[in-house]
């Protein structure tokens, strides 16, 4: 049964910076490729970033630069790193994963504010 956990948001000021982790279990972890969404109140879920199984990394234009996805394949975990946040970043977090359908992880709130 595959099971994402998101972890790590929060409220930040403009110009901080956070970490998110997602927790992956139930598939075989290194042989995926894994993504990170989000929702902003009233929009759509967008895709922010993408690694690999092979590491190659992509981003959404408005992240580029700013944001950072990795993963650790021992710890079946991938990460956010989110730098510079700007309140336009407001949103639930979410990691995903397509096995013949997709997974979702229950979300993470990041709030940019002053």
């Known amino acids: 049964q595959v099971q994402l956990v998101e972890s790590g948001g929060g409220l930040v000021q403009p110009g901080g910076s956070l970490r998110l982790s997602c927790a992956a279990s139930g598939f075989t972890f290194s042989s995926y490729a894994m993504r990170w969404y989000r929702q902003a109140p009233g929009k759509t879920r967008e895709l922010v970033a993408i690694i690999t199984s092979t590491g190659g990394t992509n981003y959404a234009d408005s992240v580029k630069g700013r944001f950072a996805i990795s993963r650790d394949n021992a710890k079946n975990t991938v990460y956010l790193q989110m730098n510079s946040l700007k309140p336009e970043d407001t949103a639930v977090y979410y990691c995903?994963?397509?096995?013949?359908?997709?997974?979702w992880g229950q979300g993470t709130q990041v709030t940019v504010s002053s």
């Open positions: 995903n994963v397509v096995q013949y359908i997709s997974y």
